[in-house]
């Protein structure tokens, strides 16, 4: 019997794109660490945070999480590891800032409480809502 390759492991569940891009990363990521095989969690989050000097964009570094964790999915389907160092691993993203110029004044907002209804089983609803965004400022 055949031994699978990662390069045939990859091809046989994902896309052409996408198995490229995969293989692409594995390949330089065993390039620049050739003892991977060997890594555990902690080595693999040194390797993510060096890489956000880098890539500083998150999306980037996400993809190539995903591509990491197939390897290592590789290795476990393979026999040649019993664990997976980087199965629970992630990429926060950063939280955006509130842009206040898209809410609404307190003006905005008594103007909405007060209006007639268009569906009158829902003024319960809408007054609690209200109540809440004017009242207690959230």
């Known amino acids: 019997m055949k031994k699978q390759t990662i390069e045939q492991y990859i091809r046989a569940a994902h896309t052409k794109q996408t198995a490229d891009n995969y293989l692409y990363v594995i390949g330089n990521f065993l390039y620049i660490h050739p003892d991977a095989r060997k890594f555990q969690y902690i080595d693999l989050v040194q390797y993510f945070d060096q890489l956000t000097y880098r890539y500083p964009k998150v999306a980037t570094r996400t993809r190539m999480l995903a591509a990491i964790k197939k390897f290592y999915d590789f290795l476990l389907h393979t026999g040649r590891r019993i664990d997976h160092p980087c ?33 009158k089983h829902l003024d319960v609803r809408d007054c609690v809502i209200f109540s809440l965004l004017i009242n207690q400022a959230l």
């Open 87 to 119: 199965r629970k691993l992630t990429i926060k993203r950063r939280k955006t800032a509130i842009q206040t110029q898209d809410l609404f004044s307190i003006d905005e907002l008594q103007i909405l409480y007060t209006r007639p209804n268009r569906y």
